[in-house]
């Protein structure tokens, strides 16, 4: 969790004012990654995906354990997208971990969150 609050410090969100810091366990190694606004609204990337991203980049397949740290009062989990971007490369009991300044926090798995992924092959 110490991972994705140090990324969200390094998020660009000057439209939203909403910076995630995200951290994926995968491979053995932990990948990082912060949510990337565009003034081209559907353009910007979440902290998850940005994270999910650069450990396929760095040849990592395997995820296992998500933390993603929000900011305000709500531990808010992943979007539906950054959720779909996961299950391609976990396995449904991934835990998801979000915690955010207001202490509260959020323990569940992939499975509660998308209860009916998109799959082409499994």
């Known amino acids: 969790m110490e991972r994705a ?8 969100a000057p439209y939203s004012r909403y910076p ?3 951290a994926l366990r995968a491979g ?7 949510n990337v606004e565009n003034a081209s609204y559907g353009l910007t990337a979440c902290a998850e995906r940005v994270a999910a ?4 980049a760095a040849g990592a397949r395997d995820f296992g ?14 979007c539906g997208a950054c959720l779909q971007v996961l299950a391609e490369f976990a396995a449904a ?8 300044p ?5 323990d569940t798995t992939l ?7 998109f799959a082409l092959r499994r």
Request: with cysteine; glycine share 10%; net charge positive.
């Open 53 to 56: 991203w650069s450990a396929v």
């Open 93 to 100: 009991d991934l835990p998801v971990r979000v915690s955010c």
């Open 20 to 22: 995630v810091g995200a």
């Open 28 to 34: 053995g190694r932990i990948f990082t990654g912060c």
């Open 5 to 12: 609050k140090a990324a969200a410090a390094q998020a660009w």
């Open 65 to 78: 354990e998500l933390a993603v740290f929000v900011p305000g009062e709500v531990a808010a989990p992943p």
């Open 111 to 117: 499975r509660a969150l998308l209860t009916a992924p």
């Open 102 to 106: 207001g202490g509260k926090r959020l």
